[in-house]
């Protein structure tokens, strides 16, 4: 009897489960039960027009092109593990999204103004849950990591924030049990433990605080136990509601970050390594959109240069 693409993707996760971070596995599951299964479950062989036919069926469906990407990849590991094992013939396929598809979107931003405006409400309404955002404007962090960020882990020596953990809500969606798990994990990519300096606002502010805190106490959270992210997330968008701030995601902290550094003339790599990205590129294409008043400058100042 033939193996089917569901019996060999078990087989898959079996294996995979043993070698990867379990936030990892985790995102697997979920694109395989979510997105190919119901696709590919019964199927034994497989052509390139498969493929195909998926991503303009999932396309059509509303899911985004980065998300059919990522489906792609489970489904390429899956496809080479079974033909590791001699349940079908090697398939070779290179994905073609419309040029639709294609089109880059922007991340949503805190506008100058905005900011400014949450600065001066997190500052003048303290609460350690307000310390958490405003450690994130100041340093780009992500909302996994404000959220296992302790006190410890601010050294009023050097005055850095050392970037050392991250917390996560991961779904352990195995066949049709659902559980979810909070997770204290090492950073994202290798590249994301690192050391950023605290401005000397922030400093000020962090000084007195950090020599009376429990250094084992997450700061987010005030206590022994992080505060889960989605409950976190759901606290950010109560106070854009409050200030009257357009609902934006809580990525918008680190976008908006990055930006301002660009924007500040800080050259490319050094935002690059306080935001734990591995490549100038990742910054450039995911964080720094100049706006109209920055692309103004950068016109006047060629026509400047030619004398004009």
């Known amino acids: 009897m033939s193996l089917t693409f569901q019996d060999v993707a078990a087989l898959w996760k079996a294996e995979k489960r043993q070698y990867v971070k379990i936030s990892s596995y985790a995102i697997y599951v979920h694109l395989l039960n979510r997105h190919l299964l119901p696709y590919f479950a019964d199927r034994t062989d497989f052509e390139p027009r498969d493929v195909q036919d998926l991503i ?52 949503p931003l805190l506008t100058q103004s905005q900011q400014k405006q949450l600065l001066n409400h997190l500052t003048t309404h303290f609460s350690f ?22 006190w410890k882990d601010l050294d009023l020596v050097s005055g850095e924030i050392h970037v050392r953990k991250t917390v996560s809500r991961i779904c352990l969606n195995d066949g049709n049990d659902k559980a979810y798990e909070l997770r204290i994990g090492t950073p994202k990519t290798p590249s994301s433990v690192r050391d950023i300096p605290m401005s000397k606002a922030l400093l000020a502010l962090i000084r007195p605080l950090r020599k009376v805190m429990d250094p084992e106490f997450y700061i987010a959270s005030n206590a022994a136990d992080p505060i889960e992210p989605r409950y976190y997330r759901e606290y950010f968008h109560r106070v854009l509601a409050q200030l009257g701030i357009p609902r934006v995601r809580f990525h918008a902290l680190r976008h908006s970050f990055a930006t301002r550094c660009i924007e500040s003339r800080c050259d490319y790599k050094t935002v690059s390594v306080i935001l734990g990205h591995a490549t100038i590129s990742t910054t450039l294409d995911l964080y720094v959109h100049p706006g109209h008043s920055e692309k103004q400058k950068c016109i006047e100042r060629m026509w400047k240069g030619l004398g004009k």
């Open 56 to 107: 303009h069926a999932e396309l059509a469906a509303g899911m985004s092109p980065k998300t059919v990407r990522d489906s792609l990849l489970v489904l390429k590991m899956i496809l080479r593990y079974g033909t590791g094992i001699g349940a079908w013939k090697a398939i070779e396929f290179r994905a073609h999204f419309p040029t639709s598809a294609e089109r880059r979107r922007e991340l």
């Open 129 to 150: 849950r307000n310390l958490g955002l405003l450690i994130c404007l100041h340093s780009g962090l992500r909302i996994g990591e404000v959220c296992g960020l302790q």
